[in-house]
């Protein structure tokens, strides 16, 4: 896992075939509690790049998927978004990256 230290997740989303997106912020409470899971599903899926990325400071990174509420959760593959969510619960979280990691 990795956090984005530039605007540039649209390079990192063509460079990486699958790519999964925590969009955060350092005030928001649940983007701290969701970290630690965030981090654990990467540890449990080498075969797709994980990433954070700060809402605030990377507004373009931000553009690729509809980040309105944080955490919002994106999926990429093969440079596309795949699919989003707003949550706080593990479980949707869980299933968002098996979507992607298991085809």
Avoid: H, I
């Avoid at 509809?66 to 596309?80: E, I, S, W, Y």
């Amino acid at each position: 896992m990795e956090e984005l230290k530039n605007d540039n997740l649209a390079e990192m989303v063509a460079e990486n075939e699958t790519v999964v997106v925590q969009y955060m912020a350092g005030w928001c409470g649940n983007c701290r509690v969701m970290k630690p899971k965030f981090k654990k599903l990467a540890a449990e899926n080498q075969n797709a790049t994980f990433l954070l990325v700060d809402a605030e400071k990377y507004p373009e990174s931000r553009k690729l998927a509809k980040v309105d509420n944080l955490p919002t959760f994106a999926t990429f593959r093969n440079g596309q978004l795949v699919n989003q969510v707003q949550t706080n619960k593990f479980e949707l979280l869980k299933d968002l990256v098996n979507e992607v990691t298991s085809n």
